[in-house]
């Protein structure tokens, strides 16, 4: 009999869902806009409002403003445009992520000029950042903003990025598409930039089955977003445009699949971390693995996808995608860890500054499945075929 198919990460649906849908209907409000959406943008706004895992206080009394939106791409586009971005202008940008963090900075005919990952949290390297940032202003182009990325759900060490971008005064823009119910230092992931995006994709912690958001504690540039959402439509009784505009705002039926899902989101963030202590538990004895982890408790991350790193030396030949191909043929799905943005064909031309930290990680690393509706049966699969492959 063949195997259930084990996969990455999928959608999970609570059961609250439904209510928030079945009124949409009601009321007939099936477009969008409408009540759903005005709630979980106030659902996702006392979220991120609440101090973080570690009971620590905000340092700021400024309330996070939410709008709610088709993608997290979407999002990053409208903080692009409302932070200036024009053709020809320069917007740094992690380079170990997925390409949605930089398609926008093209949309605006801007460049991205890509930095590599520190080894700690796989993210952004302040000091590649502040050397990328002399170089750019040395050759004339000083930045517009800064992309940094909580990949995996690891924020990323912000301190050291935020120190560098205010020094500079360069608007960050954090991309934490894949770390809603992280934080650092006590603080929700999400609330440290000028702007920040999130993601309710099929595939992430809690989702909507497409959507996103943008955050500022800038209620001018929310206000503004909507507007730039709906199509940029000036007040008048007729339909007058002052200003290009898009079609980027959320439904009232998908809004109301968040609804849902933000009932049950600490449980989401739960359940992860208990799949990857699972893994830990289970595969941590193997020389030749080591996990994405918290450097320190400063980091709390939601462990969106549990990632592993095979040291090539300790593993008698045995590859990545030798372990990739087993699980697949186990009917398991696993993946590659993201190729570096400045090995992209369609970013060939763009500047970079690092060495290989990002390079190394995508050559030898690898997501395994991670959703919250795995039982310890289909953890125990993956492990399995992982522990034949290198034991």
């Keep these: 009999m063949k195997t259930t198919r084990l996969h990455l990460s999928l959608a ?39 101090q973080g895992v570690a009971g620590q206080a905000r340092n700021d009394s400024a309330q996070c403003h939410v709008a709610a939106l088709t993608t997290g791409t979407a999002a990053l586009h409208l903080g692009m445009i409302l932070l200036g971005v024009e053709a020809g202008d320069e917007v740094i940008c992690q380079s170990f992520t997925f390409s949605a963090s930089a398609n926008p900075i093209r949309y605006q005919g801007a460049t991205p000029v890509f930095v590599d990952s520190e080894p700690a949290t796989w993210n952004m390297s302040p000091d590649y950042l502040e050397e990328a940032i002399r170089d750019r202003i040395k050759k004339g182009k000083k930045p517009k903003a800064i992309i940094p990325v909580h990949l995996y759900g690891m924020p990323a060490q912000l301190d050291e990025i935020l120190s560098v971008a205010n020094r500079y005064e360069i608007p960050v823009v954090e ?25 309710f994709n099929g595939n992430k912690i809690i989702t909507t089955s497409g959507g996103g958001a943008l955050v500022s504690k800038n209620e001018d540039s929310i206000r503004k977003a909507r507007f730039l959402a709906t199509q940029a439509r000036d007040p008048a009784p007729h339909y007058q445009h002052s200003q290009i505009g898009y079609n980027y705002r959320m439904s009232n039926i998908v809004a109301g699949i ?49 990632c592993i790193v095979l040291d090539p030396e300790k593993t008698d030949g045995v590859t990545r995608e030798d372990i990739r191909l087993a699980l697949e043929k186990a009917n398991i799905e696993s993946r590659p860890l993201w190729k570096p943005m ?19 990680l995508f050559d030898h690393g690898l997501c395994l499945p991670s959703g919250t509706s795995l039982t310890e049966n289909d953890l125990e699969r993956v492990v399995e075929v992982i522990q034949n492959c290198l034991l």
């Design 258 to 306: 968040g609804r849902g899902q933000m009932m049950v989101l600490p449980q989401r963030v739960e359940q992860r971390r208990k799949n990857n202590q699972y893994y830990r538990n289970h595969l941590s004895a193997i020389p030749s693995i080591t996990f994405h982890t918290e450097p320190s408790p400063d980091f709390f991350s939601n462990y969106w996808l549990t």
């Design 175 to 199: 991309d934490a598409a894949e770390a809603l119910g992280s934080a650092y230092k006590g603080i929700r992931c999400g609330t440290f930039g000028e702007l920040a995006v999130l993601s």
């Design 342 to 360: 400045h090995l992209q064909p369609v970013f060939q031309s763009c500047p970079y500054y690092g060495e290989k930290v990002s390079e190394t």
């Design 12 to 50: 999970h649906i609570c059961g609250h869902e439904q209510q928030f849908i079945q009124q949409a209907f009601d009321t007939n409000w099936v477009v969008p806009l409408g009540p759903n959406v005005d709630g979980f943008e106030k659902d996702l706004e006392e979220f991120l409002d609440n």
